[in-house]
């Protein structure tokens, strides 16, 4: 039938007279938003088949495609067609062909993440990429977190911890911010991407109980859930870590301090010699008076002694300062002077001052 039989036929069996302001030869096949091809969803799979969500069951049961990571599409029953996929770039052109072969209906894919959907998890880039497509409607599923299940596991509750991943995250970024969470918090939680990370965390933490006066352990769950190995560690033993699979930590500091957020290094703290320093007045009224905040870039143009500078570095391990420097001997005593604060206090923020010479 042709459009207008449809319409003529719809208005017959229902008793409709035709509306002389209703014009239907306005309504066009192009005016009318033609369904979506494709559901999506975005399910958390947990840690495992023993920790997926009853909702995340009956969407891999009713799924006509399965994507994710091999290990995850393994030992699923179902006549759903799957994909060894979880990044976009991977995924998209499956569903694009997918899309392109559906001449009637609705199918239903469904994409597995471990870990938590809504933390540092490839599922936030896939959602806004399949909403950009056109073909697909996405929904998202959370699942149980690896964060939920170590807590419980360890009896311990995190709704005042810190919590943080060196998954999938640059080294330069995690370290600094490890280091400041591990000594003003009492529990510190880090997903990680194995026991490689949880070296280099034991051995951050071993050096920072020799410079400060702090006693850590570790509570370490892997491959929770399955084939899980479970225990307490102190900091000297986390840095020997080697059991395989992927982990995910909790750090305790039963001396942890809180951290304070305002300049506190004295004229004292710094090497003087005869390069020109900012007085401790001015120096901590400038900064009250920049106001900065997280993840603030500074270039201290004329750094001097680089008290300012180093200042603005240790109030928070997010914030990068350029201390630009003509003079070798200035450069060199800023980063001695850099140098001999990070050994009198916390090492770790050294590399958070960068010197442009």
């Not at 979506?36 to 009956?58: C, D, H, P, R, Y």
């Not at 569903?95 to 993440?113: P, T």
């Not at 400038?286 to 905040?293: E, P, R």
Request: proline fraction near 3%; hydrophobic fraction near 40%; charge should be negative.
């Amino acid at each position: 039938m042709s459009f207008d039989q449809v319409v003529e036929e719809i208005f017959k069996l229902f008793n409709i007279t035709e509306n002389p302001d209703l014009d239907i030869h306005k309504i066009t096949k192009e005016s009318i938003t033609e369904d979506k091809k494709i559901i999506v969803s975005l399910a958390g799979f947990g840690m495992g088949f023993g920790t997926v969500t009853a909702e995340v069951e009956a969407a891999v049961k009713e799924a006509d495609y399965l994507f994710g990571a091999p290990r995850m599409l393994l030992g699923i029953e179902s006549q759903a067609k799957k994909y060894p996929y979880y990044l976009a770039k991977d995924i998209l052109p499956c569903l694009q062909e997918i899309a392109d072969g559906i001449q009637f209906g609705v199918k239903k894919a469904v994409v597995l993440f471990s870990g938590d959907t809504g933390f540092y998890s490839g599922a936030t880039n896939l959602a806004k990429a399949l909403n950009q497509t056109g073909y697909a409607s996405v929904r998202i599923m959370p699942g149980i977190s690896s964060i939920n299940a170590v807590a419980a596991k360890a009896n311990i509750t995190w709704q005042d911890a810190k919590i943080m991943s060196s998954h999938g995250i640059s080294v330069e970024r995690w370290r600094p911010e490890l280091m400041d969470a591990v000594c003003h918090n009492k529990h510190t939680f880090v997903i990680t991407s194995g026991s490689k990370d949880v070296r280099d965390i034991g051995d951050i933490l071993v050096a920072i109980e020799t410079r400060l006066n702090c006693k850590f352990r570790v509570f370490i769950g892997t491959n929770l859930y399955s084939d899980e190995k479970l225990g307490w560690y102190s900091a000297d033993k986390c840095s020997t870590y080697n059991q395989d699979g992927l982990s995910t930590i909790i750090i305790e500091n039963t001396n942890w301090k809180y951290k304070i957020l305002l300049p506190e290094l004295t004229d004292d703290d710094f090497i003087r010699d005869k390069v020109p320093m900012s007085k401790e007045e001015i120096r901590q009224l400038s900064l009250c008076k920049l106001q900065l905040h997280k993840d603030a870039v500074v270039y201290d143009i004329g750094s001097g002694s680089g008290s300012v500078a180093i200042e603005m570095a240790r109030l928070d391990p997010s914030i990068k300062v350029y201390a630009i420097e003509l003079k070798e001997d200035a450069v060199q005593l800023i980063q001695k002077t850099d140098l001999n604060i990070c050994l009198k206090t916390y090492l770790f923020w050294k590399g958070q001052l960068r010197m442009l010479l």
